[in-house]
């Protein structure tokens, strides 16, 4: 009994400071994505705290981080450019209403239809995104509200603390495991600056971080259809994304963890959270990976790191601005370049010679697409490319061997999918001006798959008509023959019953 309270005892103590560590890297991002969105830092900080600690109570995928987002701010900043916070927040608490309502229907399992090269584009593209929002840091803003690099003193310093920051994080598990390593790297670069006196930008230096508990505040907006009209279509947009990377996020955290999340609990969990958090004056949220992968390779693997991570973030903000605001932007860079490193699946450039051509360029494309659009088109992007892709494939593999039976009757055993991109190749097959005057077609190893073969086989039964000639099918599946039945009269050919035989679950069964 007592090794089990130990042991229970010693992963808390993990998802606890790993929490910690991870709240320490939520403040500068939650603040940049603020900056992102035009709102200001608190309302960023209010997201991050209520997101993350609601998601990781009602729904949350154990070790999984949820707040604000530069995939979500990005929409934002249009929304609050032209119609102001107050809209923001409606048109958070409705989207969140739209992923409660994805999570009843039960949509989250549509994640297993994106298929593993868009999950690696989606890996790599998010660490290059992690990684190019750090740039910023190394620049000073000019008199003109310009940015450029800093000085080179300054630089060096900036970046001699980084590689201090990431040799601390690579070293330190190597000798021991009892703390996490991104705490102490972010904990000592700190005592370095500030008892070394070195001058360097710190969290205060972007924006203050202090203020109270998030109030409850139902949006000013008009509740009219008007405004339905302005939030609607930023809800989707929003929700969609938000839905996309939680879950993708919640995929690779089941990976690298041998477990497996729920998505629709998931969708839920985002849902609810976004739904209080626009009533809290937050900017909405959804899973981050970045975070995630901190709190993972930081032992919290459970939803008690979330929490924590959430109620950290909020003591932050209540009580210990003055200390974070002290710590050097390098550490948390520092970090943050190590999660770039962790994330990126380095694995992928040696499946150049390994999988498919097409299967590469579609990591390359979400990647690319994910730099310089947003997730969610890269996500959709992806797996259209890779649907049509294995249409294409699929296209050419229809074929067809004939005999004729003791009757005089021409068969054709048909070998592979007949569905819309197959059809051409599915007509070059037949010659009704040369085929005697009864033919078979033999659906044993084929299947109809959609209305575009439908509507082929129609075509093919005309010009069997016109010729004077007659087309028979046999051995359809019952799919087959559902879909066929409930064509009606758009398909004029005989089904030939056959007690003998019958097709079902793609085997001929005798």
């Not at 400071?17 to 991870?22: D, P």
């Not at 070394?196 to 509740?223: E, N, R, W």
């Not at 085929?435 to 005309?462: G, K, M, N, Q």
Request: proline content about 4%; glycine content about 10%.
């Amino acid at each position: 009994m007592f090794a089990l309270y130990y042991r229970h005892a010693a992963r808390a103590k993990d998802d606890v400071l790993s929490g910690l560590t991870v709240a320490l890297a939520l403040v500068p991002e939650a603040v940049a994505f603020s900056f992102v969105a035009g709102v200001h830092p608190l309302t960023g900080l209010y997201a991050a705290f209520m997101v993350g600690l609601i998601s990781a109570i009602v729904g949350g995928r154990p070790g999984m981080i949820s707040g604000a987002t530069g995939a979500l701010a990005v929409v934002m900043v249009s929304l609050v450019a032209r119609h102001g916070v107050e809209y923001l927040f409606a048109t958070v608490v409705l989207m969140g209403a739209l992923q409660i309502a994805a999570g009843l229907l039960k949509l989250g399992k549509f994640i297993r239809m994106v298929p593993y090269p868009v999950m690696l584009g989606f890996v790599n593209g998010l660490a290059i995104v992690i990684f190019l929002a750090q740039i910023p840091q190394f620049k000073v803003t000019l008199a003109d509200g310009s940015l450029a690099w800093m000085p080179s003193a300054q630089l060096g310093l900036m970046l001699a603390l980084v590689f201090g920051t990431m040799s601390v994080m690579h070293f330190l598990p190597k000798f021991t495991r009892a703390l996490p390593a991104g705490l102490i790297a972010i904990l000592s670069i700190s005592l370095i600056v500030i008892f070394g006196g070195l001058d360097t930008k710190s969290v205060g230096d972007i924006a203050k971080i202090g203020g109270g508990f998030p109030p409850f505040h139902i949006p000013q907006v008009p509740f009219n259809i008007d405004t339905i009209k302005i939030i609607f279509p930023y809800s989707i947009i929003l929700a969609a994304i938000g839905l996309i990377e939680s879950l993708l996020t919640m995929t690779v955290i089941d990976e690298m963890t041998e477990t497996r999340g729920q998505g629709n609990r998931v969708c839920l969990g985002q849902g609810a959270a976004n739904v209080v958090t626009g009533f809290f004056s937050g900017m909405g949220g959804c899973a981050m990976i970045g975070q995630s992968m901190i709190n993972i390779s930081s032992g919290g693997q459970r939803n008690l790191s979330g929490i924590s991570a959430a109620l950290f973030l909020l003591s932050f903000i209540l009580f210990g601005s003055s200390l974070i605001e002290m710590i050097p932007v390098a550490a948390l860079v520092g970090v943050m370049f190590m999660v770039v490193l962790g994330t990126f699946e380095w694995g992928s450039f040696r499946l150049m010679k390994r999988v498919p051509s097409e299967d590469f360029f579609v990591v390359i494309l979400v990647a690319v697409v994910t730099v310089v659009t947003d997730l969610a088109i890269a996500v959709v992007v992806g797996v259209i490319v890779s649907a049509l892709v294995y249409a294409w494939n699929h296209a050419k593999q229809i074929h067809a061997e004939t005999h004729a039976d003791l009757g005089g009757a021409k068969i054709y055993m048909l070998d592979g999918p007949l569905f819309f991109a197959s059809i051409h190749r599915f007509n070059e097959i037949f010659d009704p001006k040369e085929d005697p005057d009864e033919v078979i077609v033999d659906f044993a190893r084929s299947r109809v798959a959609d209305h575009s073969a439908i509507e082929a086989i129609d075509s093919l039964a005309e010009r069997y008509t016109k010729a004077g000639k007659t087309l028979r099918l046999r051995h359809l599946s019952p799919e087959c023959r559902k879909l066929l039945s409930k064509a009606g009269d758009l398909v004029e050919v005989n089904i030939m019953e056959d007690p003998r035989y019958h097709v079902a679950d793609d085997k001929l069964a005798f």
